[in-house]
């Protein structure tokens, strides 16, 4: 069975610094992973996805992450913190029945 | 703009009463999926269908069913609606190459 597991609920980052939300993939192959994006009471927005292409993917708003499979990690990762990043991150993982399996998700706060 | 079309938006609905939750997608995706999101749980799949005709049980099916009459439309129907069922209900579709899944807006459904 494929799962995810964010290793974090809640990250809090100063505007300008780094971002990073952790997230490892439980699967038997090689799997196809999503990194989608909710803001305050709206639905979810794609940020990016690994689909067995390059290992590092570039996404919207300056995201990017990196698919390793020997520490079986999708880490999402962003340069310079903005307020507009205050969000809930979901990783997500396709399972081979072409379901989408969401892990628990990581609050990210944004501090001025 | 193409989507998913999901209604109501909200419903307060009595414990014990039938409800359906309604979706349309037109961008003539094979695959449909109902999620339900809670705090600090993510997002959990209740119910999907692969192909119109076609359905299957996710994580947490119990008390809800589902239909696929056709590519469109993919209702979800709590027969007797209990409080534990109070949630915020998404529709997504996924063509079923490996792109990601879309995501309607979400009904906010309490049951008291």
């Known amino acids: 069975a494929q799962s995810v597991t964010q290793l974090d609920s809640h990250v809090s980052v100063s505007e300008g610094t780094p971002v990073l939300l952790r997230c490892n993939y439980s699967?038997?192959?090689?799997?196809?992973l999503f990194w989608y994006v909710q803001h305050p009471n709206k639905g979810l927005q794609l940020l990016l996805k690994?689909?067995?292409?390059?290992?590092l993917v570039k996404g919207i708003n300056g995201f990017e992450a990196e698919f390793k499979k020997s520490e079986t990690s999708f880490h999402l990762t962003k340069p310079s913190a903005h307020m507009s990043d205050a969000a809930e991150y979901f990783c997500?993982?396709?399972?081979?029945?072409?379901?989408?399996?969401f892990g628990t998700g990581t609050s990210l706060t944004v501090i001025p | 703009i193409a989507g998913i079309t999901q209604a109501p938006t909200s419903q307060i609905l009595a414990a014990g009463r039938r409800m359906t939750l309604r979706c349309t997608q037109d961008?003539?995706?094979?695959?449909m999926y109902w999620y339900r999101q809670d705090l600090g749980l993510g997002l959990r799949l209740i119910h999907y269908?692969?192909?119109?005709?076609?359905?299957g049980k996710g994580e947490v099916p119990d008390g809800y069913s589902v239909s696929r009459a056709n590519t469109d439309d993919f209702p979800l129907t709590l027969a007797s609606a209990v409080p534990s069922q109070t949630s915020v209900y998404f529709c997504?579709?996924?063509?079923?190459?490996?792109?990601?899944?879309?995501f309607g807006q979400g009904t906010r459904l309490t049951v008291v």
């Open positions: 997504a579709s996924s063509d079923g190459t490996g792109r990601q899944a879309f």
């Open positions: 269908s692969n192909t119109a005709g076609t359905t």
């Open positions: 997500v993982v396709r399972a081979t029945g072409n379901q989408f399996y």
């Open positions: 961008m003539r995706h094979n695959a």
């Open positions: 690994y689909t067995s292409a390059a290992t």
């Open positions: 699967s038997s192959y090689s799997p196809s």
